[in-house]
Each structure stands twice: as C-alpha cells, then as structure tokens.
C-alpha cells in the first residue's frame, strides 16, 4: 500500500488514529478545531477537531470558531521532525498563527505531542 502524501487529507487520518490511540490524547482535550494549511503546496487544507476526551477526527471545513494554522512545507517537516516546538514556532512566525491566542496558550505541550505522533505514524 502507498504512503498518503504528507499533510494530505488521508496522512492526517493516519496521524488522528496513531493520535487517538496515543496514551497523551488527554493534552489536547476540549481544544476544538484547528485547521492546518500548507502554504507552499496545492494539498487542501485540513481541519482537525478534539473533543473533551482530546480524540481528533476530521471535520469538515472550518468552522466559526477554527483557528489556522500555517506554513510552507519545509516549516512543517521541521516542525513535525521536532527542530522546533509548537510555542516556538507561533512566536517566532515559523508557523502562522490566525485564532484567539489565549485559546492556544495552555495547549503547546500537546501540539508538540502531535508532531511525535505524526513523525511516528507517517513514517
């Protein structure tokens, strides 16, 4: 079977499953729906929601209360490959940040949990 392409519709459900399983779900509790963008690429955006028992799935399109995500590949791969963490991404504009920040203030472990996750179910 063919790996998804990364960053694709299909590589996030890859990633939300690994995530789901994970014994660190609990860290993205309650956050709700976050879309995650490309910016360099013609891959759809995707969003991702997490309920109060922090399990992802994907939704359909954003919602009014979705925050965004965003960067060009090679910002991702670095990201998700832990050159840098969630926290430092947003300050420092590697990864654009569109949303209520105080929303995303207690949740950076968990972003950060997420990158592991994905490095290790997309590989």
Same mark, same amino acid.
């Given at each position: ?13 890859? &990633?939300?499953?690994? #995530? $789901?399983? +994970? ?6 509790? @309650?956050f %709700?729906?976050? *879309?995650f ?8 955006? &995707?969003?991702?929601? #997490? $309920?109060? +028992? ?6 359909? @399109?954003? %919602?009014?209360? *979705?925050?965004?995500?965003s ?53």
């Amino acid at each position: 079977m063919r790996e998804p392409a990364r960053y694709s519709r299909d590589w996030w459900l890859l &990633v939300a499953k690994a #995530w $789901n399983s +994970s014994d660190q779900c609990d860290l993205l509790a @309650g956050f %709700g729906d976050v *879309t995650f963008e490309v910016l360099d690429s013609d891959i759809p955006a &995707v969003t991702l929601s #997490w $309920n109060k +028992s922090g399990h992802a799935l994907i939704v359909d @399109g954003p %919602g009014l209360e *979705t925050c965004k995500l965003s960067a060009p590949a090679p910002r991702w791969d670095d990201f998700v490959n832990g050159k840098f963490g969630a926290a430092v991404g947003v300050l420092t504009g590697k990864i654009r940040y569109s949303g209520s920040l105080a929303r995303l203030l207690p949740f950076p472990r968990g972003f950060d949990r997420l990158a592991e996750v994905a490095r290790r179910a997309a590989s």
